[in-house]
């Protein structure tokens, strides 16, 4: 299955996740080998989600965790 | 039930203090974080994520297992912000989604379906000065999505829940979850590129 740009553009995601069929994922793949455009676009889609995950937060504050426990002591019979 | 989920529910049942704290710590910031896009303010949202806890305690005997415990709280999380947000803002917001279908690659290609403007040059993404650049679009240019688009990409890109467990909290299919998480990534690859002020190269 030969791949346009423009369809490696719209279906990226789709693939990347599993979707379409196994002809489609090896049609994206051989397009991207040739063509620079399209690898810098997935590439770009790439640095995107990195910059989406380095916004993850994972402390949480001793106030918040303390007055979700006080929750826990009070609600829990 | 989940089989994951079997220990942590049983413990919370029968009263478990210490399996509620681990519990907290590890979602109470992502529930924050998340109630941020709905509710814009951190108050708000830590306020939110507080009686979602209140919810989940007296929720406990009566979850089911439908769905893993995680979606089941962040389900209750994203229902509690919408409501504080209130019915009026969530018109503002539709109307404000307006142009939440548009598609950002509509008018990228020309009739060979090959790209009319090179996607721009970044730089090299992954020097520090250039990463932070990035890494400051994308965060700000992620709350001016449309709220879906912006849950979705919270909860899949941000805090790397996977398609289901998305689907579950947003109760929405994963058809749906896909294009979503397909525009926002495209919106915000866009909002880097314009933000980054590349010159396109001609083709």
């Given at each position: 299955m030969a791949f346009t740009c423009e369809q490696v553009a719209r279906r990226l995601t789709e693939l990347e996740e599993g979707g379409g069929s196994a002809a489609a994922r090896l049609g994206l793949r051989a397009h991207l080998a040739l063509c620079r455009r399209c690898q810098r676009y997935v590439e770009q889609m790439k640095h995107v989600r990195v910059a989406l995950s380095a916004l993850r937060e994972e402390t949480v504050a001793p106030a918040s965790l303390e007055r979700a426990l006080a929750t826990f002591r009070r609600e829990d019979r | 039930m989940h089989e994951g989920d079997v220990d942590l529910v049983e413990a919370l049942r029968s009263g478990d203090e210490a399996a509620f704290a681990r519990l907290v710590t590890r979602l109470h910031p992502r529930l924050v974080a998340t109630a941020r896009r709905i509710l814009g303010s951190n108050e708000e949202a830590e306020d939110a994520a507080q009686e979602t806890w209140r919810r989940v305690v007296r929720g406990l005997d009566a979850?089911?297992?439908?769905?893993r415990f995680d979606s089941w709280v962040f389900q209750i999380l994203v229902n509690r912000a919408r409501t504080a947000r209130g019915a009026a803002a969530a018109r503002r917001e539709e109307s404000l989604a307006a142009d939440a279908d548009r598609d950002p690659l509509d008018g990228r290609f020309d009739r060979w379906m090959q790209?009319?403007?090179?996607?721009?040059?970044?730089?090299?993404?992954?020097?520090e000065a250039r990463a932070a650049e990035v890494l400051r679009i994308v965060g700000g240019a992620l709350d001016t999505l449309p709220e879906l688009q912006r849950l979705v990409l919270q909860l899949r890109?941000?805090?790397?829940?996977d398609a289901a467990e998305t689907c579950a909290a947003l109760g929405i299919t994963e058809a749906n979850q896909r294009v979503l998480l397909h525009r926002g990534r495209l919106r915000l690859r866009e909002a880097v590129e314009r933000g980054l002020e590349v010159a396109h190269e001609s083709v």
């Open positions: - | 979850f089911e297992g439908r769905s790209w009319t403007t090179q996607p721009g040059s970044w730089g090299n993404p992954e020097e890109d941000v805090e790397g829940q």
